[in-house]
């Protein structure tokens, strides 16, 4: 077994067991690792200590769930403003496919593709020269069904398997530069409606939480929820496009495309990761 996939098995034992608020050396132990070295590893690859992720799946997340269940009465009125999210306001630009681009079936365009390990379990990408077009968890489906999906949205463009060319994708993740000035792209495709909802997405600070039907308001269409709920569904760049903070109004936490715990996980592992950001500066001082 690799550093990344017992990482991802820890992280997955924790959500299944996370009411039982396992120690390290019972964590350590399904792993098949000391608790010293895998607090390390842990901490190595995934940002953040185990207790830190094991909280913020527990009481953490109760404690934002609360918090969630007033900030989302107020939601419709900040999606799409500037406000606290300075990744999503500043780093990711998303654009999508011209209707020129859709209607030539991707002629003419190359796509990089590769498969790369995470904490969070192996995730392919593909990219175009304009920025990323692809990115979803492998363990979820297969890199072969992703990939042919690809192709068959763009059955002109030339696909070729190139992993050094996308491993940016990845690496921006979990080693993120504080450059305000560096941008990171998506390249979409989508209806009118799905791309909105998709840029209303971006606009949900890390480890924050928003409901369909807010985003619903947000874009006008109060009643759309359930079409809101489809375009979260069909998100084409997992993570960077972040469906995973869409919960239901009742806190519930909803459908996830990659599985419910999954989804658990990449919302312990941003609120667990956003947390130790805040108390940095605290502990420098």
Request: glycine share 8%; charged share 20%; net charge neutral.
């Amino acid at each position: 077994m690799n550093d990344y996939a017992r990482i991802e098995k820890a992280m997955a034992y924790m959500v299944a067991h996370a009411a039982e608020q396992p120690n390290l050396e019972t964590v350590a132990a399904q792993v098949h690792l000391s608790p010293f070295h895998f607090q390390r590893l842990f901490c190595r690859y995934a940002g953040i200590s185990p207790k830190r992720f094991l909280q913020a799946l527990t009481l953490e997340r109760s404690k934002q769930l609360i918090r969630a269940s007033t900030s989302l009465l107020d939601i419709a009125h900040t999606l799409g403003l500037s406000g606290g999210s300075r990744l999503y306001d500043h780093f990711v630009q998303l654009e999508a496919f011209t209707p020129g681009e859709y209607k030539r079936q991707g002629e003419g365009v190359e796509i990089a593709y590769g498969v790369h390990k995470t904490p969070l379990g192996s995730m392919f990408v593909a990219v175009t020269p304009r920025g990323i077009c692809r990115m979803g968890f492998v363990d979820a489906t297969n890199s072969e069904e992703l990939l042919a999906r690809l192709g068959k949205e763009w059955p002109l463009s030339t696909l070729h398997h190139d992993p050094d060319a996308t491993r940016f994708a990845v690496e921006a993740l979990f080693n993120r530069a504080d450059d305000a000035s560096a941008t990171l792209s998506l390249h979409v495709t989508g209806t009118n409606f799905q791309i909105a909802v998709w840029r209303a997405l971006l606009t949900i600070p890390e480890g924050q939480l928003a409901s369909y039907s807010h985003i619903a308001q947000a874009l006008g269409t109060p009643k759309s929820s359930r079409a809101v709920g489809n375009a979260v569904g069909a998100n084409p760049i997992a993570l960077w496009i972040p469906c995973h903070r869409v919960i239901q109004q009742s806190g519930a936490l909803g459908g996830y495309r990659w599985g419910i715990e999954k989804k658990q996980i990449v919302q312990a592992w941003e609120l667990a990761k956003v947390d130790n950001e805040l108390l940095s500066p605290m502990a420098a001082s």
